[in-house]
């Protein structure tokens, strides 16, 4: 899984390229068909600018985040894009369990909620 780390208007260390890299990888453990990963890291006067787009098949995932840090800026992008990864995967579980078995149906709040009177009878 490649992960592409571009710096606009900003020099990074190596430490911390190495350091980006090893943590964008990490994402690879919350989703396994991740395609790459593109980091886009801009700097304006006192603003760092950090950019997480993840590709992973039909998901798409995009995180932005504004900090005085760039790596302030980078973690709270990652946070974001693994809170998006959990509700996709979440979502996607609700959906099969939802097919497999509908009358354990439950609402946003995660009560169950009671199956029309037309569907009881299935």
């Keep these: 899984m490649p992960v592409k780390i571009t710096c606009r208007k900003l ?4 430490e911390l390229q190495d350091l980006f890299q090893k943590k964008a990888e990490k994402l690879k453990k919350y989703f396994d068909r991740v ?3 593109d980091v886009v890291l801009t700097a304006e ?3 760092r600018t950090c950019e997480i787009t993840l590709h992973a ?3 798409d995932c995009v995180a932005k985040s504004e900090h005085v ?3 302030a800026a980078f973690d709270d992008a990652l946070r974001s894009v693994q809170r ?3 509700e996709r995967k979440n979502k996607a579980i609700d959906r099969n369990q939802k ?3 509908p009358s354990k149906a439950t609402n946003h709040s995660g009560k169950e ?6 569907l009881e009878s299935l």
């Design 84 to 86: 998006q990864i959990k």
């Design 69 to 71: 840090d760039e790596g």
């Design 35 to 37: 395609d790459k990963i």
């Design 99 to 101: 097919a497999v078995n």
């Design 45 to 47: 006067k006192h603003r």
């Design 113 to 118: 909620v009671p199956l029309p009177a037309h």
């Design 11 to 14: 020099e990074l260390s190596p």
């Design 57 to 59: 098949g039909h998901f």
